[in-house]
């Protein structure tokens, strides 16, 4: 295992508690996201904000499926499932991200995925995320 596989997946672990702080723990002071469906989320905001999505979708859960690393440029890519509740449905969507890191810390990461509140479940199309493993 690379050591930015390991910030990832320990990332994702921390997504997964809703908990604010073990969230931020794992940015740079100056990181940002950038999200297809969102302004840009900095710094001190990063840990409050994952803490907010993880109430709204009623304990949410992120799952990896497949994450490339390159360890020499400090970026990581990965594809992503999110588990979460609305309104009583339980609705899956998935998307991909990319990573840049500041020493062992998540400088950026840029967010592909769409959110259509009409109709949450948005996945690729007939993909076998059951059979899919980081």
């Known amino acids: 295992m690379g050591r930015f596989r390991d910030r990832v997946e320990a990332y994702f ?3 997964n508690t809703g908990e ?3 969230v931020a723990a794992h940015f740079a002071p100056d990181a940002c996201i950038y999200d297809l469906n969102l302004k840009p989320v900095r710094g001190d ?3 409050p904000f994952w803490g907010a999505v993880f109430r ?3 304990g949410a859960q992120w799952e990896i499926h497949s994450l490339v690393e390159d360890e020499a440029a400090g970026a990581v890519a990965i594809e992503w ?3 979460g509740e609305r309104d009583g449905a339980v609705f899956r969507v998935s998307g991909s991200e990319h990573y840049a890191f500041s020493g062992d810390r998540i400088a950026e990461i840029r ?3 769409i959110f259509d509140p ?3 479940e948005k996945r690729l199309i007939d993909f076998p995320y ?3 493993t980081a």
């Open 20 to 22: 604010a702080a073990a």
């Open 130 to 132: 059951a059979a899919a």
């Open 81 to 83: 499932t999110m588990r």
């Open 118 to 120: 009409d109709d949450p």
């Open 111 to 113: 967010q592909y995925w």
């Open 56 to 58: 709204k979708w009623q």
């Open 13 to 15: 672990a921390a997504c």
């Open 45 to 47: 905001a990063i840990g």
